[in-house]
C-alpha cells in the first residue's frame, strides 16, 4: 500500500514539473519561436479577406526578415476585452491595431523619436494626409500610424432625384439644397423620404455637421463643454434636423442602410462600410459631399484605424521595422478592403477619379477640425450624455435647446474631476 503511494507521489510530481515546463515554454515563445527565432506578436480586429490580406503582409516580411515570426492574432469582435486584458496583465501583443489612443495611451509605445530618428521613413511620413496622422496622436505626442480610413458622405438615389426632376448634388453644395431637395423627394404617403437620421450613437458623426456650422461640442483644450455643446450654433443643426423630421423630409430608423436599400430613402449619411453593399444590391446612387451650414465651409469628420506598438514590447526594435512596413506603399497596395492613406498609392490607384471614392477624399481634405474623443479622456462618459441628448431631440422627446443644456450640466462636473 505504501509503495503504491509513493509511485502515485512520484508520478504527481513529474505530470507537475511537466506542467511547469509548458508555462515557462509557453511564456517564452511569446519573443522567442523555435530554432531561437525572435516572435512578434501582431494583433488586429479584422477577419475574412483583410485578415488574410494582413497575414500576407506578415509573411513578406518574414521572408524579407529571416529569423522573425510574426504570429497574427485576430481577436475579432473581442478586441477590445482582449487586448485590455492583455495590457492588464502585462503581457500585450508588441504591435496591434488601435484607434482609441486616449484610452490605451498610457500603454503605447510613443513613436515621434522613432520618425526623427530613422531618415529612411520620411518618405512613407510625408506621404501620409496630414489630417488622417492627427487622429493617431494624443497630447501632441504620436502613438500610432494610419492604415485605413473613411470619412463620411452623403449617398443618393440617382433614381428617385430622376424621378422627382431635383438635380443631382454637386460639389459645394449648401443646407438649403440639401434640405430644399429631401422636402421634394419626399411622399409620406409612399412612405417614401428625403431622408433618414440614425435612432442612436449620432454624436460622432454629427460633429461634422457641428463644426460646419462654425461651433464645436467642446473646447479646443477639453476642458470645458458650456459654450460649446450648447451653443447657439450647436442648437441651430439639431433645429434643423428637427425641422426636417416635423415637416416629413426626413425620419429617424435604427437601420438607416436597409432603409436606403428598399429604394424609399434618397438620402442618407455614411462612411464607406456599405458602399460595396449598395452596388452589390443594385442601386444606381451617387455620393456626395456633407453640405455646407449657413455660409459656414463644410467640414468632415474622419474614422481611422492604425497600427501601434505596445510599451512593454520586448521587441521593440522588430515592431518599428514592422510598423514601417505595414504602412509601407507596398504593404498599402497589398490591404485591398482598406481606403489609402498614402498620397501616392491615391494617385496611383485613380481613387480621386472614382466618382464615388472621390468624394471621401475632398471630405479628407475639409477634416483638419480634432473630434472630442482626441480631446479628453474622459470622452466615453461624455459621449453617452451627448448621445443621449441628440436622439432625445431626434425623436421628438426633447427640444434643442432644453436636452444640451441638461446634458451640459451633467457633463461639466465630470470633466473637473
Known sequence: MLKKRISLLLILAISFAVVLSACANSEKSSSQGKSGEKVLRFATWDTGESLKYQQDIA?????????????????????EDKLAASFGAKNPPDVMYMWNYPDYYKSLEPLDDYVNKDSSFKTTFDDFYTNILNYHKFKDTTYGFPVGFTTRVIYYNKKLFQEAGVPLPTSGWTWEQFSDAAKKLSNPEKKQYGFVLSSKKNSYAFQEYVWSNGSSFISPDGKKVDGYMNSSKTQEILKDFQHMIDENSAIVSDKVTDS?????????????????????????????????????????????????????????????????????????????????????????????????????????????DTPGFLLTSKWTEVDKKLDYAISSVLLGQNSADKALNEAVKLIEPELKK
Open 59 to 79: 509573411k513578406k516580411f518574414e521572408k524579407a526578415n529571416p529569423g522573425v515570426k510574426v504570429q497574427v492574432e485576430a481577436y475579432a469582435d473581442g478586441f
Open 260 to 368: 436606403f436599400k428598399s429604394g424609399k430613402i434618397a438620402m442618407i449619411e455614411n462612411g464607406i462600410w456599405p458602399l460595396e453593399e449598395f452596388k452589390k444590391a443594385g442601386m444606381d446612387f451617387g455620393t456626395a459631399e456633407i453640405p455646407s451650414f449657413h455660409g459656414q465651409p463644410s467640414k468632415g469628420v474622419i474614422h481611422s484605424a492604425g497600427i501601434a506598438m505596445a510599451k512593454d514590447s520586448k521587441e521593440k526594435d522588430i515592431a518599428w521595422k514592422f510598423i514601417k512596413y505595414f504602412v509601407s506603399a507596398e504593404a498599402a497596395k497589398m490591404r485591398k478592403s482598406d481606403m489609402p492613406v498614402l498620397k501616392s498609392v491615391v494617385s496611383e490607384q485613380s481613387h480621386k477619379n472614382d466618382q464615388l471614392l472621390s468624394t471621401f477624399y475632398s471630405m479628407l481634405e475639409r477634416s483638419s
